[in-house]
């Protein structure tokens, strides 16, 4: 025979388990476009800053930061390493050369 508890108990366990699953979901990952948004607009104020060539809008009238996510989208990281990866957002403010943030 079962006892009252047990079924207090099986009860109280499923409904922990369901509240800590609903509770873990992550939150949304931003998309790509939010995300190279952010690192475009950081990569274009520094060259801005230091009065890099590329801040400039291209002939077209095309915007640096319009330039840039686009470029991303595309599969080609900009700014890149001498390896062709992506420099990390964190990392462009502390460049300070107009050369290393035009690859």
Do not use: W
């Not at 009860?11 to 939150?27: F, K, R």
């Not at 948004?37 to 915007?63: F, I, M, N, W, Y």
């Not at 390493?81 to 990392?91: A, C, M, S, V």
Request: charged fraction near 20%.
């Amino acid at each position: 025979m079962r006892h009252p508890r047990h079924d207090f108990v099986m009860v109280l366990t499923l409904v922990v388990a369901v509240c800590c699953t609903a509770c873990s979901t992550s939150p949304p990952l931003p998309t790509p476009q939010e995300s190279y948004q952010a690192h475009c607009a950081v990569l274009c104020g520094q060259l801005r800053k230091l009065g890099c060539e590329g801040a400039q809008p291209l002939p077209d009238g095309t915007s640096c930061e319009t330039f840039c996510i686009k470029t991303n989208e595309e599969g080609h990281p900009i700014p890149r390493t001498e390896t062709g990866q992506r420099i990390p957002t964190e990392r462009i403010s502390l460049i300070q050369s107009c050369r290393e943030l035009e690859r």
